[in-house]
C-alpha cells in the first residue's frame, strides 16, 4: 500500500516545562533534612491498613524501585526502614506553587497549556524578547528556581511530542533541545518504553515484534501499526517519524495582558508614562471584548540586560477601564527602587478575572 508523506509542522517553537519530583522537591524545600531521606509522598501504608497509592517520591526513594502510583504498601517493603520517610500530600500548598510557576510561563506567553500542577506545554513561536528561544528557555529555568527554590527540566522542539520526550530525556535540572534536523536520530536510538503512550501493556507487544527503538518501530508500515494497535497504531507511526501536529490548547484564559519590546530602549519617566497609558487602553480594551475584569493588575519591566522585574497591586473590588489599570500600573512603577535606566520592555497584565457580570457588592454589616 502506498503510504503518501504526512505533512509536519517544523515552524513551532515548544517548550515542555517538567518540575523534578515536585511535591517531594517541595516538602524538601520546606524541611532540608528531607533531602536525604527516601520521601515518598503518600499516607503510611502503617496507619491506613495498608490502603493508598504513592503520588510521587523524591530521587533517594526512587533509587529504590519506587515510583507514582504504586501501592504505599509495596513501597514500604522497597526501601529501609531507617531512610524512609512518608508525607502526606498537601494539595493546598502544591497549587499556590504551581501558580507562581504558571505566573513566570504567562511572562513570556499567553499560549500555555497546563497538562498537571507540575508540568505545562508553552508555544513561544512567537518569542519576540530574547535573542533566542534557548535562551527565553534557560531564563524560565533559572526564574523558577530563584521564585520558587525547585528544579526544572525543560524540553525544547518544534511539537509537543518531542518537547515532552526532551524534558524527560535528561533529569532532574535536564535542559534537552531537539531541531528538526536532529530529530529523527534522536528518536531512533530511544528505547521504545521511552515512547509517550508505550505503557506496560504496549512495550510487550512491540518487543514481541521485534520493535526495541524507534528505528526499528519505524520499519513498520502504517498499515500495519493500524492494524496491530488501531488508532494508537497511527500516533506510533506519525511518532516514530517525528510528527505530532497538535496544537497548545489554551484553557480558560486566567489573565489578560499586553506587553511592548523597544528597539531604542525608554530612559525617561515621560516615556515610561506614556507607554503604560497605551498599553492600559490595550488591555481595558482587551477586557471588554472578553467580557472579563479583575482585581489584579501586573507591572513587567525588561532591562536592556534582560532582568526582569515583576510587581502586582490586588484591589478591593474589580478595576475598571483603562484610566484604573494606567493608575495601578503606575503606582507599581513609582514603586520600583532603583528604577530601571534603560527598558526594552514593558507589559500589564489583569489577573485573576471574572465576567463582568460578577459586580462588587458592599454588605452592610
Known amino acids: 500500500m502506498l503510504e503518501l508523506p504526512m505533512p509536519n509542522d517544523t515552524s513551532r517553537k515548544i517548550i515542555h516545562v517538567d518540575m523534578d519530583a515536585f511535591y517531594a522537591s517541595i516538602e524538601q524545600r520546606d524541611e532540608p533534612r528531607l533531602k536525604t531521606r527516601a520521601l515518598v509522598i503518600a499516607h503510611d501504608p502503617r496507619t491506613t491498613g495498608g490502603k493508598g497509592v504513592v503520588t510521587t517520591a523524591n530521587y533517594v526513594a526512587r533509587q529504590y524501585g519506587v515510583h507514582s502510583a504504586m501501592p504505599a504498601s509495596q513501597a514500604l517493603r522497597l526501601v529501609p526502614k531507617r531512610l524512609l520517610t512518608f508525607k502526606a500530600p498537601d494539595f493546598t500548598k502544591y497549587r499556590a506553587v504551581s501558580a507562581q510557576i504558571h505566573a513566570l510561563f504567562h511572562q513570556v506567553t499567553d499560549l500555555i497549556e497546563p497538562v498537571a500542577l507540575d508540568e505545562a506545554y508553552l508555544d513561544v513561536t512567537a518569542n519576540r524578547d530574547f535573542p533566542s528561544t534557548i535562551a527565553l528557555a534557560l531564563w524560565l529555568q533559572d526564574q ?113 495582558g499586553k506587553e511592548r519590546t523597544y528597539r531604542s530602549v525608554l530612559t525617561t519617566e515621560a516615556q515610561v508614562q506614556t507607554e503604560l497609558q497605551s498599553l492600559a487602553e490595550q488591555v481595558a480594551g482587551a477586557l471588554a471584548r472578553k467580557q472579563k475584569h479583575g482585581k489584579t493588575v501586573v507591572l513587567k519591566v525588561r532591562d536592556r540586560d534582560f532582568v526582569t522585574l515583576t510587581r502586582r497591586l490586588t484591589q478591593d473590588g474589580y478595576v475598571q477601564g483603562a484610566t484604573a489599570i494606567f493608575q495601578a500600573a503606575w503606582q507599581l512603577w513609582q514603586g520600583l527602587t532603583p528604577k530601571p535606566e534603560a527598558i526594552r520592555l514593558l507589559g500589564i497584565t489583569a489577573t485573576g478575572l471574572d465576567p463582568q457580570q460578577y459586580e462588587n457588592i458592599d454588605l452592610k454589616l
Open 144 to 256: 523558577i528556581r530563584q521564585t520558587t527554590g525547585l528544579t526544572s527540566s525543560v524540553g525544547l522542539s518544534y511539537n509537543k511530542f518531542l518537547a515532552k520526550e526532551a524534558s524527560e530525556y535528561n533529569k532532574p535540572q535536564g535542559r534537552t533541545i531537539i531541531l528538526p534536523e536532529q530529530a529523527q536520530a534522536f528518536l531512533d536510538q530511544l528505547p521504545i518504553e521511552a515512547f509517550r503512550g508505550v505503557g506496560k501493556k504496549t512495550a510487550p507487544q512491540l518487543e514481541a515484534m521485534g520493535v526495541t527503538d524507534g528505528a526499528s518501530l519505524r520499519r513498520f508500515s502504517q498499515a500495519e501499526l493500524i492494524a496491530a494497535f488501531g488508532k494508537m497504531g497511527f500516533g506510533l507511526y506519525q511518532h516514530a517519524r517525528g510528527v505530532d501536529n497538535r496544537p497548545v490548547v489554551v484553557r480558560d484564559a486566567k489573565s489578560i
